[in-house]
């Protein structure tokens, strides 16, 4: 009667405290440049070593320029962050891949690309869209800089354990819909504390037929919902993806991991905390409107209106409408937009590149569009160069810049200008979240791409 979640976190389980939380082993800790120098200062001040320094990796993404890798970084702030994080990496011996390495890029790009997150494991971050590497069939979730300290020094952490939620969407998904939708139309229905308090698994007919990319999207913005983190059971695809990746175990190894991640799936009798189920054919292409992931509609819709709101509810609906300068009851399809941001750990792998081309092939970027199409890895660039994708998106005007979480928050050069407009496939459109007072369109890379070519908010259907 258990869950996949309960199977894995089970096994992980080295003491439950009385009243109290459980002490949970951790199979991999990735650090980035941001949340991790004052746990590192923390191990110096008590004097002790890293535990278990072969479970962790370290990379900087934050920070990092998405042009000019190989010079220094400009920002005396980004710059300080990350040579810190190499010093910190070289002093407690652990794995480092910095700026212009072959495996350098986004750590949740990297993570699974790499082989590193693999099924049945326990993954922690200090960074909230930990929850990405959930897809592999993983429980991931990120943690603040003390924990990360405390994962440092004991390759265990405390927490308390999440209630279970399965999210199923069943049935088939429409022309142009693709995970970023799903996602973004779970956030509409379940807000973004609807998930408050659970681990989510996600299955259905929408989820089995979803490649690694889109699964990794869906579970990335699991958090979105408030959720302490997404995930998906491991399956044919889960494997074909996995086979051959530099630390996916070789040979006889392989063979017994395959045998024990087909054990990894909820039993046809678990009970879950919460269960919902979703219709695929209500999904269609989608947008947002407002000032946090989950006012959304689809792309054809109109803006919701606030006369049955009341109370703080309508307060905060009208101050983020304010902001995004937009009415009660406007469509949005035809508006027209100042940047295109393709990227994040969100959507930066390489099918969401082949999606936009999708669009884009044949096409133009539209004059006046300013637009950042940013690899989430150096892998990623690498088979950009490699196929087709690459030069259909040159030849239509568009530069493919170099890895780092760019655009999707303003921590680098990559600031989206005050009172412009965004389409963007990243995470989060909070209020200055990419550059102060910008306003932020969270979308699927088929709705940037039919944004890029056309200067407006446009429906990708008419276009492919």
């Not at 702030?77 to 794995?95: I, P, T, W, Y």
């Not at 929850?131 to 004991?154: C, D, K, Q, R, Y």
């Amino acid at each position: 009667m258990n869950t996949l979640f309960d199977k894995i976190w089970d096994k992980h389980v080295v003491q439950v405290i009385d009243d109290g939380p459980t002490q949970l082993y951790i199979d991999r800790l990735y650090c980035h440049e941001v949340t991790s120098p004052q746990a590192f200062d923390g191990l110096r001040e008590r004097g002790i070593k890293c535990f278990r320094p072969g479970q962790v990796f370290c990379m900087p993404d934050h920070n990092t320029p998405t042009h000019d890798q190989d010079k220094p970084i400009e920002d005396p702030v980004s710059r300080k962050q990350v040579d810190m994080l190499q010093r910190n990496a070289a002093e407690f011996g652990l794995s480092y891949y910095g700026m212009m390495h072959p495996d350098n890029g986004i750590l949740h790009v990297v993570g699974p690309e790499k082989g590193l997150s693999l099924p049945g494991m326990t993954i922690v971050c200090g960074d909230s869209h930990t929850s990405t590497h959930g897809a592999m069939g993983a429980v991931a979730f990120g943690i603040g800089t003390s924990e990360v300290e405390m994962v440092l020094a004991s390759q265990c952490i405390l927490q308390q354990k999440p209630k279970t939620m399965r999210i199923s969407i069943n049935g088939q998904l429409g022309k142009g819909v693709v995970a970023k939708d799903v996602a973004l139309f779970l956030m509409s229905q379940l807000t973004t504390s609807g998930a408050t308090g659970f681990f989510v698994e996600y299955a259905g007919e929408v989820v089995e037929n979803m490649s690694m990319e889109g699964r990794l999207t869906l579970c990335n913005l699991s958090i979105e919902m408030g959720a302490r983190g997404g995930m998906v059971a491991p399956d044919d695809v889960t494997l074909e993806y996995l086979k051959g990746r530099d630390f996916a175990p070789k040979g006889d190894d392989w063979e017994k991991a395959v045998a024990y991640w087909k054990t990894l799936r909820s039993d046809d009798d678990a009970v879950f905390d919460k269960d919902i189920t979703f219709d695929a054919a209500d999904i269609e292409p989608r947008i947002t409107y407002g000032t946090n992931p989950g006012m959304g509609m689809g792309i054809g819709g109109r803006i919701p209106l606030a006369d049955s709101m009341d109370g703080a509810a309508r307060e905060g609906f009208l101050k983020a409408l304010k902001y995004m300068d937009f009415e009660p009851g406007q469509q949005l399809e035809g508006l027209p937009i100042d940047y295109v941001f393709l990227g994040a750990c969100t959507n930066g792998r390489i099918e969401d590149f082949r999606a936009f081309a999708s669009i884009v092939k044949g096409r133009k970027k539209a004059d006046g569009v300013t637009a950042w199409l940013v690899p989430g890895s150096w892998a990623v660039a690498l088979q950009l160069q490699a196929e087709d994708t690459g030069r259909i998106l040159t030849e239509a005007g568009f530069e493919i810049r170099q890895p780092g979480c760019s655009a999707c928050l303003a921590m680098n050069d990559d600031k989206v200008p005050a009172g412009k407009y965004c389409v963007s496939t990243s995470n989060r459109n909070f209020e200055g979240r990419q550059g102060p007072g910008a306003r932020t369109i969270l979308a699927s890379p088929l709705v940037a791409a039919a944004a890029a070519v056309t200067g407006r908010v446009t429906d990708p259907r008419k276009l492919l």
